[in-house]
């Protein structure tokens, strides 16, 4: 079969070079297809020449002294739209550029067009390698060499390859908002970039990642700066969207970096190409996934990885830094950025204080989206320093409108902006089929370039996409339907959430995609709406959007999760009108509505959740309405497991959220009604692990002491009654641990702290003793958790009084402490032996313990502590930290040894420090701690008048005492350096040979 030609260049001077083209492929045996060859097709310019790049083997572009023809509704040439375009195929690109000073007759373009033409240029220059040209012979040559190359060329250097693209913009005003083009530098993200590093430098031949975070944060453009950097080593991009590619053929000619973004829509994608290259993985490169997504670990990553044959390949082929968890920039960082842009539109900066206070309280968890609408703000003369977010989406959006009014769009427009952004985008036939009560612009009559003004966005064939970002499109379309009258408002918001509702349905459609088929799953508008819930649970729109849809055929079950979904985040936001205004919209639906919308265990939950908003607002009547509800719905249950799950979990919930321990008896109902479903039938690991959630949410709240020891007595006889289910043993040592702290602090309730612990240590062994905790993954938390419980408790004990410390301690009431240490260490040792964090955990818990005793007198156990943590440095492959712990322990010692005027038991302390200070490489802090406890105890020495007894101690020191760690502490102090150089001068005596005679006294 010939190879295909796409010949590009601008039409009105070059058409003789592109003659001699088409001779030289055709000379070749090759199939060119230029412009002049193009037949009729009722598409645009852009849209015509991509479909014949997408059947095209090879690229040849020609570029001279015109930027080109600009379509409407375009913000870049065709040419350099062709150009673009073969890049994201994957197509060999050959690149011809004229000699700066060879001239081609041409009309001129303008100033402009020769700016944007030179900076193509320069991406093509920094991109691919190109040849300059200048007659029309001299191209053909140079045409016919580079053609007759790149045939002998390695054929597997032509095999299909998936579109890539860059996802790149040329930056103007219509696209600045958008992360494509690339307004704001981009700063930071070290540790982010470095984990990507190792995930593209691992051996496996595939590997997949999933790079979450929340809207705004700054995901797309950390893997789009990625791909940037990647090549020409990998070959990376963003996979194009709705390209027809056979995965179970594709053999790669490169190391390749695919990533998908919006990861949740385009699952079945992702799995065909998992799927069909772990089935025939590449030989002779690496193939890398990334999954861009706000939930990092949601359904949709279950859907992923399936439950059929290949689940386990997909599920070995995570990587186990999946997921990479992007989070907002530091204010500083965001500060430098906004401060570039600025300078670029050459504004006057703000006061860095000023700005930094302006961007946390716009955006408090720093992400770069709002910084970067915020440096627009700033750029067009705006005063940010009392806004908040709301004040500055509202007055970008009010900038934007007057530049639409100014493109031609009216009303009807900004309503097919709002639909197309609720609904993902779509095509022209949307304004054919109309939008019911909605209006649209008349489909005749639509004004594409208008269109693009108001997106940002090159609209490509019939495409009518959404407004991005997608923050700025949520509180677009929040804004769209609000209104200062109340029922035109809900009118409004009716008209567009019908019409949406009536476009989606609720659910994608089922599409045949290679050889797999996907799954029916929310469809656009249901992820863009549980997306609405998410970033503004509070404007007064959203419960509007929520409302029940009139139009026919919506699948409910995707509706009334949505709904479900804003009960519990207004709910937990304190919001209880919402919360209580979305309930009724799923109150009005039938037991048998509700069964057929898929959700009856939603709405009990989210009921359920909406209880504290109730009684914190001391709406008791609302409250007991609800609990009404969902008894009745339980109470007509047809066996159904997940609602009785739902019914538990939600009290549950409602109980770890009632702060205060209200003494409504509707919660103390609600948990009988639990135990009594618990109780049903058979053992249920779920309704047993929240009835014991919901009774320790009672021992941890701060009700009065008395309610919370009744509590505490029904979990533990609860727990005794299922043994079998050793996670509910999590509940109630949390539940111990509660009141270990509160008796500790109460020296009459001492029996009880130390009946409380021995549980704690009881539970402790439970866990190791039993498999499922060796086993289980899930469940590994639990276990540091417990020790850090330990650690906590015995901390509490010894730090939180200093009299009680001493009392315990005289009296042996309270040996537990040594056996907690034991305890925490085993389970380190057994659990947790290579966990940095863990052992810091465990070194802290050690010192604490072993200052304590010594405190009073009980030296031995300072030995066995610095032995223990010195064994520790040697695990952690001599890491300085533990032999910091151990030195302070000693220094601090010694300093209470002398404290108590034992200045026996201060030299026998001491003993264990030279060999921490002289070992090679030694911290310099560990050297001043000897130094300053050598000292120390010299001078305790010397005021007793036994200076010459304890000069073994000066000699042994002095270097420490030389050293210049001891010379910077006391710098440090506020001491001048003559002090150190008088210290010097006289260890140099104590040191001086013969010295046994009287020697002045120490400086102090």
Not at 419 to 434: M, Q
Not at 724 to 747: D, I, N, R, T
């Amino acid at each position: 079969m010939a190879i295909k030609v796409f010949i590009s260049s601008t039409s009105q001077d070059l058409s003789a070079y592109r003659s001699a083209a088409v001779e030289e492929c055709i000379r070749l045996g090759m199939l060119p297809i230029p412009m002049e060859l193009f037949e009729a097709m009722a598409l645009g310019a852009n849209a015509g020449s991509r479909r014949k790049l997408d059947g095209a083997d090879l690229y040849v572009g020609i570029f001279a002294h015109r930027y080109g023809y600009v379509e409407p509704g375009h913000v870049a040439s065709v040419t350099e739209n062709e150009f673009d375009h073969a890049g994201e195929r994957g197509i060999d690109r050959l690149c011809f550029l004229v000699r700066p000073d060879h001239v081609i007759e041409s009309a001129d373009e303008g100033d402009e067009a020769r700016a944007r033409l030179e900076a193509f240029k320069l991406r093509i220059e920094s991109r691919l390698i190109r040849a300059q040209f200048t007659t029309v012979d001299d191209f053909r040559g140079k045409l016919r060499l580079a053609l007759q190359e790149w045939q002998a060329g390695d054929a597997k250097a032509r095999l299909p390859q998936p579109a890539l693209s860059a996802n790149l913009l040329t930056a103007d005003r219509v696209t600045r908002l958008t992360y494509r083009a690339r307004q704001l530098p981009f700063v930071g993200r070290g540790p982010e970039r470095a984990v990507l590093e190792r995930f593209l430098d691992a051996t496996d031949p595939v590997a997949w990642l999933v790079v979450c975070g929340p809207g705004g944060v700054g995901k797309s453009r950390l893997v789009q700066e990625f791909c940037l950097s990647a090549g020409p080593a990998w070959r990376a991009g963003f996979l194009v969207a709705g390209q027809t590619f056979d995965w179970t053929t594709w053999r790669p000619n490169a190391d390749t970096l695919l990533v998908i973004d919006y990861a949740a829509e385009r699952v079945a994608e992702a799995r065909a190409v998992l799927g069909a290259l772990l089935v025939s993985p590449p030989r002779d490169a690496r193939v890398r996934l990334l999954l861009v997504e706000r939930d990092g670990e949601g359904r949709w990553t279950r859907d992923l990885i399936g439950a059929r044959g290949d689940a386990h390949e997909i599920e070995r082929a995570r990587s186990d830094l999946s997921p990479l968890r992007v989070g907002g920039l530091a204010p500083a960082e965001l500060c430098n950025a906004v401060y570039e842009r600025l300078r670029l539109a050459d504004r006057r900066l703000l006061d860095k204080d000023i700005l930094i206070e302006g961007l946390r309280r716009i955006d408090p968890e720093g992400r770069p989206l709002f910084a970067a609408l915020a440096a627009d703000a700033l750029a067009a003369g705006r005063d940010l320093r009392d806004w908040d977010r709301d004040r500055l989406l509202r007055d970008l959006l009010a900038r934007e409108r007057e530049a639409w009014s100014a493109a031609g769009a009216d009303a009807t427009y900004e309503n097919l902006l709002a639909l197309a952004t609720a609904i993902g985008g779509d095509r022209e036939s949307l304004l054919e089929s109309g939008g019911g009560d909605l209006k649209l612009p008349p489909f005749r009559d639509f004004d594409r370039a208008a269109f693009a003004t108001m997106t940002g966005c090159a609209l490509d064939g019939d495409e009518i996409p959404a407004l991005k970002p997608d923050l700025l499109g949520e509180f677009y379309v929040l804004e769209h339907v609000r209104g200062r009258n109340p029922p035109v408002a809900a009118l409004r918001a009716q008209e567009l959430i019908a019409a949406a509702w009536r476009r989606r349905g609720g659910a994608n459609e089922t599409k045949p995609f290679g050889e797999l088929v996907t799954q029916i799953g929310p469809s656009s508008l249901v992820q863009f709406l549980t997306r609405v819930v998410e970033d503004f649970p509070d404007h007064p729109s959203l419960p509007l959007l929520l409302a029940r849809p009139r139009a026919p055929g919506v699948d409910l079950r995707y509706w009334a999760t949505l709904v479900s979904l804003g009960i519990r985040s207004s709910a937990m936001r304190g919001d209880a009108a919402c919360a209580k205004a979305l309930f009724a919209e799923v109150d009005g639906l039938s037991p048998d509505e509700l069964r057929a919308a898929d959700d009856t265990a939603g709405f009990i939950r989210s009921g359920l959740c909406l209880l504290p908003a109730l009684l914190a607002a001391g709406d008791a009547a609302s409250a007991r309405a609800v609990v009404a509800r969902v008894r009745a719905l339980l109470d007509t249950r047809s066996g159904d497991h997940g609602e009785a799950t739902a019914f538990c979990e939600g009290v549950a919930d409602a109980v770890a959220m009632l702060r205060g321990g209200t003494g409504d008896p509707l919660v103390d109902e609600l948990i009988d009604a639990q135990a009594a479903l618990a109780a049903e039938g058979p053992t249920d690991q779920e309704l047993v692990l929240a009835h014991a959630r919901a009774l320790a949410a009672r021992v941890l709240d701060d009700a009065p002491l008395a309610d919370r020891e009744r509590s505490f007595e029904r979990l533990r006889t609860f727990c005794e009654t299922h043994r079998g289910e050793v996670a509910a043993f999590q509940h109630l040592a949390a539940s111990a641990a509660a009141l270990c702290k509160v008796y500790a602090g109460e020296p009459q309730r001492l029996a009880d702290a130390e009946r409380m612990n021995y549980m704690i240590r009881g539970l402790a062994r439970v866990r190791e003793a039993t498999p499922l905790w060796q086993t289980t993954a899930p469940f590994s938390f639990e276990i540091e958790w417990v020790a850090d419980d330990l650690s906590r408790i015995h901390r509490c004990l010894l730090e939180s009084d200093a009299n009680l410390v001493g009392s315990l301690v005289r009296a042996e009431r309270f040996r537990e402490s040594n056996a907690l240490i034991v305890e925490a260490t085993r389970i380190w040792h057994r659990f947790h032996r290579r966990e940095i964090a863990f052992a810091a955990l465990w070194a802290e818990v050690v010192v604490v313990h072993a200052h304590a005793r010594a405190s009073q007198g009980v030296t031995e156990n300072v030995g066995n502590a610095v032995a223990d943590l010195i064994d520790t440095e040697r695990e952690f492959d001599g890491n300085p930290l533990f032999v910091r712990y151990a030195s302070e322990l000693v220094r601090g010692s010694v300093a209470g040894a002398i404290r108590r005027d034992d200045l026996t038991a201060a030299a026998a302390l001491l003993d264990v420090l030279p060999g921490l200070a002289t070992r090679e490489a030694a911290p310099g802090e560990v050297v001043a701690d000897f130094a300053d406890a050598s000292m120390s105890l010299y001078i305790a020495f010397q005021q007793r008048g036994e200076a010459q007894a304890a000069l073994p101690i000066a000699r042994r020191a002095a270097a420490a005492l030389r050293s210049t760690a001891y010379r910077d502490r006391l710098l440090g102090r506020g001491a001048d350096e003559k002090i150190w150089k008088q210290l010097v001068d006289w260890v140099d005596a104590v040191e001086a040979p013969g010295e046994s005679g009287n020697v002045r006294e120490a400086p102090r």
